[in-house]
């Protein structure tokens, strides 16, 4: 019995290391394309609008992306790191006695 405990604490253990595995990806993939995006955006803002530095780096319009998608892996990250302390097991055992006793 204890070595299929083992067994199946080395596969929750590898299902959680790919979990934080995709969210590294992902929020690698957010940091370098909203990089692009958002330097073509300042530079086409100064070349061709004629708007300062300054100007081209204040202006909101260039982050609108960059905030939608930086709510998507926010939500990602949460989902990894935030799940298993939002519903543990002792919260689950909890609620179980919880309704048990009613």
């Not at 929020?27 to 708007?51: A, M, Q, S």
């Not at 939500?75 to 990894?80: E, N, Q, T, Y």
Request: glycine share 4%; proline share 0%; aromatic share 22%.
């Amino acid at each position: 019995m204890e070595i299929f405990n083992k067994e199946e604490q080395y596969i929750r253990a590898q299902k959680r290391v790919e979990e934080i595995k995709k969210f590294y990806k992902h929020l690698v993939v957010y940091i370098l394309i909203n990089l692009v995006f958002i330097g073509r955006r300042i530079y086409k803002d100064i070349v061709y609008r004629g708007e300062s530095i300054f100007d081209a780096f204040l202006d909101l319009h260039n982050y609108r992306f960059f905030f939608w998608w930086g709510v998507i892996v926010f939500l990602h990250g949460f989902s990894v790191f935030a799940k298993g302390k939002l519903f543990s097991k002792k919260w689950e055992e909890r609620k179980i006695k919880e309704y048990m006793n009613e």
